[in-house]
C-alpha cells in the first residue's frame, strides 16, 4: 500500500512521519494543516514511514518535481483551495507521464531479461537514457503548473510546501543511503531481496560481491546539486514573485535523480540476475511486472 492512502486512512499528520526522518526544518506549516494525530500507534508510524522511504528508493522519473506533487497530498489548503490545488497535483503528474512511462519500459525490459536469464545490455542502456531524457523535460513542462500554484497558495502555504519538500528530500537521501555509500552498496535493498526470494547466504554474498565491483564503475549521485536547486526554488517559491521558467537548476537536477535512479536498478538486476535460480528469477521479475503496471489512480497514488 502507497504511503499516502496509509495517511488519508489513518489520519496521521505529516509532521509525525516526518518528524522521524527529516535532518531539515521542517517549519511554517499552514494554518488549515490539521494538528498531528498524537495518539497514533508506533506501528502506523512505522507502516507509513516503510511505504514513502520504498516509494523514494525505487520512484525517481521526476526528480524534485515528483517530491512537489507528492508533498501536495499532505499540504493543508482551504475547502476553495482545495479544487484548484488537486487540479494542479493532477497537472503536475501529467506532465511527469513521459518520465514516468520511460520509467515503467525500463522496469518492464528488465523483467523481460531477468526471467530469460538474458539481459541486453544494449536495449537496458538505451532504456536508462530515455529516462534521464525524458526527466530532463519535466520541469519545463511543468513551469505553468508551478506558477499556477504559487497564485493558488498563501505565503504560510507557500512556506509550508517548501518544507514538505525538502523533507522529502531528507527521506530521499535516507532511502537510498545503501546506495550513495561506496561503504554499504545495495544493503538494505538486497537484505528485503534476501526475505522476499528465500536467498542463501552464499547468493547474498555472491550478489554483495557483484554490486560492489559495478558500484566501482557507476556514477555517484551529485547531493549538492540537488540541495543547491532546492535551496533555489525554495526561496523563489516562498517570495512574492515567482516563475518557474528562471529556474535554470531544475533540468539538471530532475535528469540526474531520473538517471542515477534508473541506471542503479539497472545495475542491481544485472548483479542478481546470474545468481538467481530459475524459479527466484521468474518470482523477481513478476515483482518487476507489477511494478511497471503500478500508474496514478484518481486519489494521487502513483
Not at 494538528?35 to 528508493?57: F, I, N, Y
Not at 503536475?92 to 525490459?109: F, G, Y
Not at 519545463?140 to 499556477?148: I, K, Q, T, Y
Amino acid at each position: 500500500m502507497e504511503y499516502r492512502t496509509i495517511l488519508r486512512k489513518r489520519g496521521i499528520g505529516a509532521a509525525v512521519l516526518f518528524g522521524a526522518f527529516a535532518t531539515v526544518g521542517c517549519g511554517g506549516v499552514s494554518a488549515n494543516t490539521p494538528p498531528p494525530a498524537t495518539a497514533a500507534r508506533a506501528s502506523d508510524v512505522d507502516d507509513v514511514s516503510a511505504g514513502l522511504m520504498e516509494h523514494h528508493r525505487h520512484h525517481h522519473h521526476g526528480g524534485v518535481t515528483l517530491m512537489i506533487a507528492l508533498s501536495l497530498d499532505t499540504l493543508g489548503v482551504s475547502p476553495g483551495q482545495r479544487t484548484a490545488v488537486e487540479k494542479i497535483r493532477s497537472d503536475l503528474h501529467a506532465r511527469m507521464e513521459p518520465a514516468r512511462a520511460a520509467e515503467q519500459q525500463l522496469v518492464t525490459t528488465l523483467a523481460d531479461g531477468l526471467a530469460a536469464a538474458n539481459l541486453d545490455a544494449a536495449s537496458v542502456d538505451a532504456a536508462v537514457a530515455q529516462v534521464e531524457a525524458a526527466a530532463a523535460k519535466v520541469h519545463d513542462a511543468s513551469a505553468d503548473a508551478l506558477n499556477e500554484l504559487h497564485a493558488v497558495l498563501t505565503p504560510p502555504e507557500r512556506a509550508a510546501l517548501v518544507d514538505k519538500v525538502e523533507a522529502h528530500w531528507a527521506v530521499w537521501q535516507k532511502a537510498n543511503a545503501e546506495q550513495t555509500d561506496p561503504r554499504n552498496p545495495e544493503r538494505g535493498q538486497l537484505a528485503m531481496l534476501a526475505t522476499d526470494l528465500g536467498l542463501t547466504r552464499n547468493q547474498v554474498d555472491k550478489i554483495r560481491a557483484g554490486l560492489g565491483e559495478g558500484m566501482k564503475a557507476m556514477p555517484r549521485v551529485d547531493l549538492q546539486e540537488i540541495a543547491t536547486h532546492l535551496r533555489a526554488f525554495g526561496d523563489a517559491f516562498r517570495s512574492d514573485k515567482f516563475d518557474a521558467r528562471v529556474l535554470t537548476t531544475a533540468n539538471g537536477a530532475n535528469a540526474h535523480l531520473a538517471g542515477w535512479g534508473a541506471a542503479r536498478l539497472a545495475h542491481f538486476i544485472e548483479a542478481v540476475s546470474p545468481v538467481l535460480t530459475p524459479d527466484q528469477r521468474a518470482r523477481f521479475a513478476q515483482r518487476l511486472r507489477e511494478h511497471a503496471a503500478h500508474t496514478p489512480s484518481n486519489g494521487g497514488n502513483q
